[in-house]
């Protein structure tokens, strides 16, 4: 996933994007990132990652089998609805949205 990148590179991203010698001002408003959008994403990392995890496990068999599948699905449930002491906001909405039936 390109968010994984982006995050460790959105620093420098960013300083780029507000240096008017790299970025004309008409073009910086559809550019802009703002500092609370990096930090969603950095919140949000520690539900993609498992996500990405079990995407590309799949993605390696033509047709997966339930055998395969369903232990995968159930372990990204039972990490992905664990609330944690340190959760952002952003990541309890998260996880509240992927427990919702």
Known sequence: MYIFNFVSVSWPVVAVLYDRSFVKAADAKTLDMLNKHCQLMEDILPILRPLQVVTLLLSTESTPSSSTVYPLVLKLKAEMLVEKPD???????????????
């Open 87 to 101: 959760d952002s906001s952003a990541m309890q909405s998260s996880r509240w949205i992927c427990g919702r039936r």
